[in-house]
């Protein structure tokens, strides 16, 4: 597990016979159950918890997968989570916090109540899920706010690993600029060349094209700075179909590498309507591309190839690695600045 400065190591709590009672939360309950999970950033916990039932639907959100620990009597709830399946045999784990009042320190029985239950969610997820998968999730992953400590706490002690935090830039709506030195587009150093997956799909059939993708995506991920403790951890066509659930798909706004003829990397771009916004979802380069200006002109490329889109008002967006700072760099000299940063966990969970 990853130590990081200020941090010390967590102490396990395994899911023993003295481990506080998980239920799944019975529907007379739901209401309570989820406005104890918006309790911490919502104002009227009760008004927010309708709103987020109403809407989960619609936001492929199955409020099945929902725990919690109950009271002696079990008529109140005391603390929940809620595991969201993502694309590419993934969940997401949301787990209810503290009020600001009572942080910090976080209570001990909290702590626990809060690990049993992820640890009840994970059994849960590595095994068959009805409608959503056959095989189980392969990665538990948890995104949280630098304030939600007593999640951050709970999740380490029930087996997450914290991966590098990222952070959220934005480039500002716009067209291009020109760059210092070049007063038209970047180009790309002989031998290179890019094309879309729109243009692949011309000569290409799906398949070919993904194949051609994950070959990309394979090569990117040799020695990368960014977020290296997932390397290995899916099948990489998993990881692809992840990427294809973010925001809308277009293969006119994805982009491969080729060097030689052969992928070596990719920039894969999504639309995001709900927040009027792109969403850079990806890149990556192999070694072979890396340290001679391929990256700065295959973004360059690929914002000036998106054309009326970078006048959407929330800009273009992307998250990165902090500790990845040539990507920093490069996203930097593009006009992206940081707005905020999460912490990042995962799971292994199923392995086949």
């Not at 982009?255 to 927040?275: M, N, Q, T, Y």
């Amino acid at each position: 597990m990853t130590t990081f400065i200020g941090e010390s190591p967590p102490t396990p709590l395994g899911p023993g016979p003295d481990a506080p009672r998980v239920v799944l939360v019975p529907e007379h309950l739901r209401l309570a159950a989820c406005a104890r999970l918006v309790a911490d950033s919502a104002r009227e916990p009760l008004a927010a918890a309708r709103r987020f039932i109403e809407t989960a639907h619609d936001l492929n959100i199955d409020l099945s997968l929902l725990w919690a620990v109950l009271d002696a009597g079990g008529a109140h709830v005391r603390q929940v989570c809620l595991a969201v399946i993502g694309a590419g045999r993934t969940a997401m784990i949301f787990l209810s916090g503290d009020p600001p009042r009572r942080r910090p320190p976080a209570d001990a029985q909290a702590l626990r109540e809060r690990a049993a239950l992820v640890h009840a969610a994970c059994a849960a997820l590595s095994g068959p899920i009805p409608g959503k998968t056959d095989k189980g999730v392969r990665l538990a992953q948890a995104l949280l706010e630098p304030r939600e400590t007593a999640a951050l706490e709970a999740l380490r002690a029930a087996g997450f690993t914290r991966i590098g935090d990222l952070a959220y830039m934005r480039r500002p709506p716009g067209p291009m600029p020109a760059a210092p030195g070049h007063p038209s587009a970047i180009s790309l150093p002989p031998g290179f060349e890019v094309r879309s997956v729109a243009e692949l799909l011309a000569n290409h059939s799906h398949a070919d094209a993904d194949r051609i993708l994950i070959d990309a995506l394979s090569e990117s991920y040799i020695d990368t700075l960014d977020c290296p403790e997932l390397c290995g951890l899916r099948a990489v066509a998993d990881v692809l179909d992840s990427h294809k659930s973010v925001g809308r798909f277009d293969p006119a706004l994805w982009w491969v590498v080729f060097a030689d003829h052969k992928p070596c990397g990719c920039a894969l771009f999504s639309i995001s309507p709900e927040h009027d916004s792109v969403e850079l979802v990806y890149l990556g380069l192999g070694p072979s591309c890396r340290g001679r200006g391929v990256g700065s002109a295959l973004l360059d490329r690929s914002l000036r190839a998106l054309g009326r889109t970078l006048l959407m008002s929330g800009g273009v967006t992307c998250a990165v690695d902090k500790r990845n700072t040539p990507a920093l760099r490069l996203y930097a000299h593009a006009g992206f600045a940081q707005f905020g940063v999460r912490i990042p966990l995962i799971r292994a969970l199923a392995r086949e």
